[in-house]
């Protein structure tokens, strides 16, 4: 297999691994007070990945999806210096605490960041 245009086994394998990943991140969040726009934000991801083994997605479509994750997330940033101040950082892997606004706002935030970073890894391939 040539690499003149096509992707190599490994990179496609690594592509099938971050559709499976952020389909299951997707998946995850039909559980959550707010599914269908965080459903949408990490469905759109997975399948991103999945059709870079296909198709030839320009980097600007890629960058624009990035930027907006970007964006979306400095929404959520202030929770996240928020919940950097607690003492008890391990929370953030209970229960939703809507006393403790914080914790979800962080987890909303590190998604985010994750998902941009992993679109950001498929722009450097």
């Not at 996240?80 to 914790?103: A, Q, R, S």
């Amino acid at each position: 297999m040539s690499l003149n245009g096509k992707l190599s086994r490994s990179k496609k394998v690594i592509n099938i691994v971050f559709f499976v990943l952020f389909a299951l991140f997707a998946i995850v969040q039909l559980n959550d007070p707010d599914p269908v726009h965080w459903f949408l934000i990490y469905g759109a991801v997975s399948v991103t990945f999945l059709l870079a083994n296909y198709i030839n997605i320009p980097k600007q479509i890629i960058w624009v999806f990035v930027l907006a994750l970007l964006i979306y997330a400095s929404i959520h940033i202030a929770y996240f210096f928020d919940w950097i101040k607690i003492d008890h950082k391990e929370e953030i892997f209970g229960e939703m605490v809507y006393e403790k606004p914080y914790l979800e706002g962080t987890r909303e935030f590190l998604g985010l960041i994750i998902a941009a970073l992993a679109l950001l890894f498929l722009l450097k391939k």
